[in-house]
């Protein structure tokens, strides 16, 4: 079946080429509702199946979905299974529509934390999918940020021990070599929902110049208007990337095409 055609939407600037989600609030959005939380991981589902396509038909790079945290474990059994649950369910029902959308399925984090099923469920999706040249989606699962650095941490302590890796060739590229998943780009977007202002452990590394969006929305709630509002916010933001924007020019965007509307921003006397 072909592909449907991309379609970009229409922004006053630049395009998030990978864009990174904490999909907070399924436990608030139940509890509103007067239902179990797992209620709100249900509901959860159908808003990744929605933003994972409309990704894809915009033409959208990369979107990672941080679907289950190192911490998470902490969270009661029967909570737990449920998502596990759910994941493996997903997975399986999605695969003719990833396929359709030409999708690719990566998964970070400590995998092998996952139940067995879970994890075969995902590696054949992942086999399934890897000759797919649309969107890559990444699910962050069992993951957490410290440890992703740690991991790879450990293994290049490995290599020098070895006498692969020599201590004083090692540079920032060296360390972004062991990280979970090095080929993907930095996130250009992260957006939270549920409305919480912080990271939690997710992508420490690779947020470091990413553009910032947390929106009151529950990620049940969170749907294809509310990601186009969050990629109208990104186009207008100025990135810097520490430097300052050339004398009475636009500050450089590498390998993005400033908007020609945006105003000038003057420099600050101090800019991060
Ligand atoms: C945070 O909400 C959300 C999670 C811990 C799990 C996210 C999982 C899904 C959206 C569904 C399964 C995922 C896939 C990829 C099929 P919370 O429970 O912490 O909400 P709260 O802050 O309101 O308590």
Redesign the pocket.
Known sequence: MPRPPIQRPDLPGPFPEHIAIV???????AQRRGQP?VF??RA??Q??RAITTACARMGVGSLT?Y???VE?WQRPNAEVRT?MR??RV?LWRERATLMENGVRLKCIGRLDDLPDRALRTLRQTEELTANNDGLVLR?ALSYGSRSEIADGMAAAARDVAAGKLDPDSIDEETLRGYLYDPETPDPDLIIRT?GDLRLSNFLLWQASYAELYVTDL??PDFGEEALLESFRAFAQRQRRFGGLPPEGGEAEQPGKTPPPEQSVVQPKPSQT
Do not use: E, P
Not at 23 to 29: A, C, K, L, V
């Open positions: 999909m907070d609030g399924n436990g608030r959005w939380r709100g991981h959860g589902v808003t990744v979905l679907a289950f945290s998470n998502l759910l994941l997903f699910l549920g529950c990620w």
